[in-house]
């Protein structure tokens, strides 16, 4: 009988990971029983051999011997004088067991077979790699970059799956060379146009604190605790860690002998500030800890708003809010409470003061907002710090600055005559 040769697809349903031998028999036998119950209308008295070593398949078709005029159904008997033609020994009641020749389903349909058990194993090694790789979201892996496009880079694992690294998922820094390893978390498995899209990213907090485990035996092991993190991926981070052993401490643990841990994460984030905090319950202290490296004088909670007014020196106004608001901005998420930073003169001073919402007439809205973002709320507020110190602080260009200071001005100057 012509066998069909199928060694190529069994070698892919060896490739497949995860596919075992009874799931590859199974489609197999599904496929070609489908070819029968479209040739004989039932698949009922036939059997699917498989040898998957060899690469052929043979179906056995079974049916009762009967008398001749006795046939009832041709799908389960046969007439006694049709079987002796096949094995002359044979007798009425016996079971004939008969090989099917494939060529009588015509090459049509044999090419036609063939074609869906190629795409059933297609989409079973696509349903795997979705298992897989869904089964590893939140662990780090390194890969090859093979391709770097504009809007993503292209990555290869070990096995030759691709992976996808969008630009949005980038450290702002990052520069990619074909043939290079890099390092990021998996985060999520799409599946487009029925093919899966493994994602990764180097600017989740799971990336920043998966490289805190590798290089922090104590997190590891479970001694310690990352309570939370937030990033301005290649500006700065915050860690809020906790030690389940009073004799660690956790914070001088995550950083190391002179910064010896903290240092290689460091360098895989292109330079990010990482600020490593004791987490505490309290949230004042919490709050405190979270404005590193600035050192704040008092402050005012208000827990149903949950907003906190901080108090610092005036050198200190600066570095509480950071570059581009950045450090105020990641304080405010770890701790959840809405933080504006002020001088600690300007609660002691009666002077005279207008609040700049009373400034909307001259000056546009988002202005007063972005002076708001970086404390300063007041026409004084904004008129102790220099024209450099603010465009420094906020995002505002050097005219529109000396464009605002002349209003204060000119407003003040009137209002105390």
């Known amino acids: 009988m012509a066998s069909i040769n199928l060694i190529d697809a069994f070698q892919d349903f060896k490739d497949a990971e995860k596919l075992d031998r009874p799931t590859m028999m199974k489609v197999v036998e599904d496929v070609f029983k489908t070819l029968l119950r479209k040739k004989y209308g039932s698949d009922e008295n036939f059997d699917v051999i498989v040898n998957a070593e060899k690469g052929d398949l043979e179906i056995i078709r079974r049916r009762m011997i009967v008398e001749d005029g006795d046939v009832m159904d041709p799908l389960e008997e046969v007439a006694y004088s049709e079987a002796i033609k096949i094995e002359p020994d044979f007798e009425v009641g016996e079971e004939l067991y008969e090989e099917v020749d494939m060529l009588d389903f015509g090459r049509r349909a044999i090419l036609a077979a063939k074609q869906t058990l190629a795409s059933r194993i297609g989409d079973l090694k696509k ?42 998922e980038q450290i702002p820094t ?34 920043l604190s998966k490289l805190l485990e590798i290089e922090v035996p104590e997190i590891f092991d479970g001694l310690i605790s990352i309570k939370k ?9 915050k860690v809020a860690v906790e030690s ?64 906190v007014d901080v108090y610092l020196k005036a050198d200190q106004v600066s570095l509480a809010i950071g570059r581009r608001g950045v450090n105020i901005k990641l304080a405010c998420e770890l701790t959840g409470y809405e933080i504006d930073a002020f001088r600690e003169d300007e609660e002691q001073t009666n002077e005279f003061d207008i609040d700049l919402d009373e400034f909307i007439d001259e000056i546009e809205p988002w202005i007063i907002d972005e002076f708001k973002r970086v404390g ?12 450099g110190e603010l465009e420094r602080r906020t995002d505002l260009e050097k005219e529109t600055i000396a464009e605002v200071i002349k209003i204060l001005k000119e407003e003040m100057e009137r209002e105390e005559e």
């Not at 809007?151 to 030759?160: A, P, Q, R, S, T």
């Not at 993190?229 to 981070?237: D, F, K, L, N, T």
């Not at 300063?376 to 220099?386: E, G, K, N, P």
């Open 174 to 207: 990052d520069f990619f060379k074909k043939g290079e390893n890099a390092r990021a978390v998996i985060v999520r498995v799409d599946v487009k146009n029925n093919n899966p899209v493994i994602i990764l990213s180097r600017t989740s907090p799971t990336f």
């Open 376 to 387: 300063c709320d007041t026409a004084r507020s904004v008129l102790t710090l220099t024209p």
């Open 127 to 168: 349903s795997a790699l979705v298992k897989k790789y869904e089964d590893r979201i939140g662990e780090i892996i390194s890969a090859e970059i093979y391709q770097v496009w504009k809007k993503e880079v292209l990555l290869l694992d070990d096995e030759g799956n691709e992976l996808i690294l969008p630009k949005s």
């Open 244 to 307: 389940y052993d009073d004799r660690i401490d956790p914070v001088g643990a995550c950083v190391g002998m002179k910064g010896s841990r903290i240092h290689g994460i460091v360098r895989e984030l292109k330079n990010e500030n990482i600020d490593v905090i004791n987490y505490t319950n309290n949230i004042q202290l919490l709050i405190q800890r979270s404005l590193t490296p600035a050192k704040i004088s008092y402050m005012r909670i208000d827990d149903a708003k949950k907003q």
């Open 229 to 237: 993190i937030v990033r301005e991926p290649g500006e700065r981070a």
